[in-house]
């Protein structure tokens, strides 16, 4: 299984809404990784996860909380957000170490009204 | 953080021509990763590339890095509407991959 999956795939919420963003592998991979991607725009990371740590927070603003709860799941639980943060949220894993493929997951579709 | 250039920024051409994109560098890569990224997906690796000189073919795509490992490129034979998509390079450091801008491709059948 070569797969990361998210969901959902499309999401629209209000400005005091809280959801979440769900992302899951199968691969044994110990590093996940969250990207935010605006349209015509590359992939900008948010956040690495490695052996279910933060190691990397990009400077995000906290409306945007990862929470790692096994090495198989990463969640991105949303509050409060801008209709600014609309964008595809995009999950990727690696195996843990340096200068690994990361494989990335088909992306949640975020529309902040 | 190094600069990763692309070009061209878009790219229009008809099916069976032939194309060729660049992601040029500010600095040396330690390594460098193409992908392509279709509407609606995450993006997709196609290759990487570690050895200044290396070339690495994958069907109709030729991969190049650059002797001095400061540039590569992509060319694309007999492109087909299939190959339509964003095509991003992108560089390794440590657990950070850091994307080019980019290159939209449509081909048209």
């Known amino acids: 299984d070569t797969e990361v999956t998210q969901t959902p795939k499309h999401l629209v919420m209000g400005m005091t809404n809280k959801k979440s963003l769900k992302c899951e592998q199968h691969?044994?991979?110990?590093?996940m990784y969250w990207y935010k991607q605006k349209a015509k725009k590359p992939p900008e990371l948010m956040f690495v996860?490695?052996?279910?740590?933060?190691?990397i927070n990009e400077s995000v603003p906290s409306r945007f909380s990862p929470e790692c709860p096994n090495s198989s799941l990463l969640n991105l639980h949303l509050h409060a957000l801008q209709p600014e943060d609309s964008a595809l949220y995009l999950c990727a894993s690696s195996h843990a170490g340096l200068e690994e493929t990361q494989y990335f997951g088909p992306g949640t579709r975020l529309l902040v009204l | 953080t190094q600069l990763l250039e692309q070009s061209p920024q878009f790219l229009s051409i008809q099916e069976g021509e032939n194309l060729t994109v660049y992601c040029n560098s500010s600095?040396?890569?330690?390594?460098l990763q193409w992908y392509r990224q279709e509407p609606g997906e995450g993006p997709v690796l196609l290759v990487t590339?570690?050895?200044?000189?290396e070339v690495k073919k994958l069907k109709r795509l030729t991969f190049q890095f650059g002797d001095a490992r400061k540039d590569s490129s992509l060319h694309i034979t007999a492109a087909q509407p299939g190959d339509t998509g964003l095509y991003l390079c992108?560089?390794?450091?440590?657990?950070?991959?850091?994307f080019g801008e980019g290159t939209q491709l449509t081909v048209n059948p």
């Open positions: 691969m044994g991979h110990r590093a």
């Open positions: 992108a560089e390794t450091s440590g657990s950070r991959l850091t």
């Open positions: 600095s040396v890569f330690s390594s």
């Open positions: 996860y490695s052996y279910e740590k933060l190691s």
């Open positions: 590339v570690v050895t200044g000189g």
